[in-house]
């Protein structure tokens, strides 16, 4: 009984029309309800505006919150965690015909997340080169593990390049040109910080391909020659080391053994 209650109270906090919920005075016309409701969806929606603030100012509060609050009330928050709220918002934006105007705020969504989740990612320690010590011979089963705060956003916009003219001037300006690009994202130090792996740049084109491959699961061999098939200057050990500097990973395991986990 109290289940029912609890789902029917629920459902009617965001939809405000169909059947009285039973036990509520004056139904959902309620004076009080109606303030509780206002308030529930003002909490969530003020929640993806923190967790979006570059699509936020592309879009301004007018266009932005009626977003939201579809958002909200088509996907409400599963769990009691609001800091964890707005995981498939960057997929319901480009729903909206709001994507023809600017077919990059998907991704741009997509990136502000990943900061939200580089920022509150369990602290972990990372490897360091003097502790990465396998056998050659196992580069075929080896799988290095990302630290939990590092993301990889891909985009065919230079969405590195968006967000910062953003923040900066509060508009991208030009039309940004298509092509392939890419953005780590991660926490060094308890600050969150963000690396363009675009194709333009020195290097990068192997570098973002060596991390889709291991973010994929692939193994330490098979992500290196990924790389090199579309790079052929990536060098493996001068890679490792910039990799281990940033503190991108925070551990390894071999995969015949964790399959025996």
């Known amino acids: 009984m109290l289940l029912e209650m609890q789902s029917a109270w629920r459902v009617a906090l965001l939809r405000p029309t169909g059947s009285p919920i039973k036990g509520l005075a ?20 003020d929640a993806l505006v923190d967790a979006f ?28 965690q609001l800091l964890r709220y707005g ?15 600017f077919p990059w705020l998907g991704d741009l969504a997509r990136l502000d997340w990943a900061c939200i989740v580089a920022f509150h990612a369990p602290d972990e320690n990372t490897i360091v080169p003097a502790a990465f010590d396998f056998d050659a011979a196992q580069a075929g089963i080896l799988l290095l593990r990302p630290h ?17 003219a953003i923040q900066r001037h509060g508009s991208v300006g ?11 994202v991660m926490r060094r130090a308890m600050q969150v910080v963000y690396e363009d792996l ?15 491959e291991i973010m994929n699961r ?18 493996l050990q001068e890679e490792l080391v910039w990799h281990f500097q940033m ?15």
């Open 26 to 45: 004056s139904g959902l016309d309620n004076p009080r309800f109606m303030i509780h409701r206002s308030n529930v969806l003002t909490s969530l929606s």
């Open 148 to 164: 939990s705060s590092v993301s990889l956003v891909s985009s065919a916009y230079p969405i590195f390049d968006i967000r910062l």
């Open 53 to 80: 603030p570059t699509v936020y100012r592309v879009l301004g509060r007018s266009r932005f919150l009626p977003i939201a609050i579809e958002f909200v009330t088509e996907m409400p928050l599963a769990i009691p």
């Open 198 to 212: 675009g194709a333009g740049r020195p290097g990068r084109p192997g570098r973002r391909c060596f991390l889709e």
């Open 174 to 184: 030009t039309d940004p040109v298509p092509g392939t690009f890419a953005v780590l």
């Open 218 to 235: 692939k193994t330490l061999l098979a992500a290196a020659e990924s790389a090199v098939a579309v790079d052929p200057s990536f060098d």
């Open 87 to 101: 995981a498939d918002f960057a997929d319901f934006l480009e729903r909206y015909s709001i994507a023809e105007t």
């Open 247 to 261: 503190g991108i990973y925070s551990g390894w395991v071999l995969a015949e053994e964790e399959q025996g986990v």
